[in-house]
């Protein structure tokens, strides 16, 4: 009998440093799953980000790179142009992408790099110990928000697909979230379809994630996914705001 | 090959492709622009990458990128753009990828001003970005020997593993010169099977590749940072380059002095010389590594009264002289960063006060 489940070839044995109940691995398995189901694993290239996934080449048995805080579009960027058949994603956090990278992001995808983005908006710088993010919501209470979230002083929080989408060049962005067994069904199809079109050499893409991080939240995990389901998930909606069939 | 005449900046370009250099990322910036626009055009004519990043932050990383993955690859920018580029310069040192920054300087803090300076030296040679890290830093005075100094800026980088700088100031860039451009370099990158992240599948060994900077352990930290000193100490032990220039005889003052600024310095020696007045130069052609003991052996020498340094900076390299000469004899200082450089007379006044 065949096995029915088991580890991806393209995760490592390594124990992860994540909190009980954070998304960060759920999304780690995914990207794995899409790596071994598109047998590319001899040609990718990761690139970590600065934020708690720092580590995540440590569970990955690809090759991969270590960015400075939210450069890694513009580090894919030298590797996809100089190296077009390598298949490369950048890892994201919102702190990463949103916040002090969002000239790389923007104008990478702008560029219509043909590289893939992750995008862990998990609404708080987690690594530094949760304080307020671009993508933080509305009177939601941070290390540095202590009051809550005041728009009328900080502004709303980025909608960064809906921002990537506004560009004309012709990409595939898509949000989907991690909380729930179905949405994590939806999130894998929408990885794999952004690497698909990078495998093609179609676009530059980006599946954004909702995600979780019950330790700066303050809240229990089952909480947690709660929050994002009822306080997220209504501001940052699911499902794909553009992909090259459009144009 | 028979000689061209060429533009600094377009020279430079064309160095680098002859380097085998076929991967160029840049921002434009005055007064280096040139560079970006010739190869604009001839990137595509030898089938190599010509990108213009979004800014210069993004062109360091884009260069991070491309080196981490093994290829030869450049950019060129000036003062305020390699400012940017210094975050990504500390990344790229400590993960130990070659590379070559060109800065063509213009005058500063600031915006400055777009005319030539080497107001930049300490941020080439003592850091300008984070933490313990040397560019080996190259500053040629002519463009034929701009040309030579970018060509192998690249076999340099790949020696040791850390990215070159060539520092030339506005005039390098802007001046045209007759050239003749060396064969094209043969040799292909080596050793990088064992670190380049070219994809599992482009290599022998079943090892995957890591590229990264951080080292949360202090042990492992310190380790690194004494491999990465270790190289520079091979670098001043092996990469030391300078000129002198009428130094064989006796001299009075023995002037030290790089870049456009030497070629005034050689005029005004040799008008001195026709007054009956000997001054010796010495030429860093390398900046770091530092000729320090060439200059401490020179200034030893008897009838040498005091050591000048001249530069298009408020004093900057003259620290290293001073910590080259400990002592010797007095040192002094004489330059200009407003983008005049400095004419021979205005250098010989100088030392005709010294003399004094
Ligand atoms: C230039 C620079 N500025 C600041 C930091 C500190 N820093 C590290 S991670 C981080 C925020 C990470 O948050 P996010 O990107 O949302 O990732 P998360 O940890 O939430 O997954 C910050 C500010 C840094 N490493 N580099
Ligand atoms: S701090 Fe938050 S994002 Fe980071 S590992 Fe813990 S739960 Fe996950
Ligand atoms: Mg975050």
Redesign the pocket.
Known sequence: MGKIFQKPEALSDTITHYCPGCT?GVAHRLIAEVIDELGIHGRTVGIA?????VLMYNYFTCDFQEA??GRAPAMATGIKRVRPDLMVFTY?????LAS?GLSEIVHAANRGEKFTTIF?N?A?????GGQM?PTTMPDQRTTTSPFGRKPSEVGMPIRMAELLASLETPGYIVRQTLVKPKYVTRAKKAIKKAFMYQMENRCFSMVELLST?PTNWGMTPVAATKWVEEKMMPYYRLGEFKTPEDD | MSKVLMKGNEAIGEAAIRAGSLNYFAYPITPQSEVAEYLSRRMPEVGGVFLQGESEVAVSYMIFGAAACGERVFTTSSSPGISLMSEGISYITAAECPAVFVNIMRGGPGLGGILPSQADYFQATKGGGHGDYRLLVMAPASVQEAVEMVMQAFVLAEKYLNPVMILGDGLIGQMMEPVEFPEHLKVEPSNKDGWATSGMDTRKSSHRNLVKTLYLDPGELNAHNLKLKAKYERMQREEIRYETYNLNGDYEILIVSYGTMSRVCRTAIDNLKESGLEVGMIRPQHLFPFPGQAINDAAAKKGCRAVLSVEMSMGQMVEDVERSVIGKCPVHWYGKCGGEVPTPEEVMGEIRKIIE
């Open positions: 960060h980000p600065v934020g708690c996934a400075a805080h994201q956090g919102d702190g990463d002090i862990i998990n708080v710088y987690g690594m530094t993010a991080c």
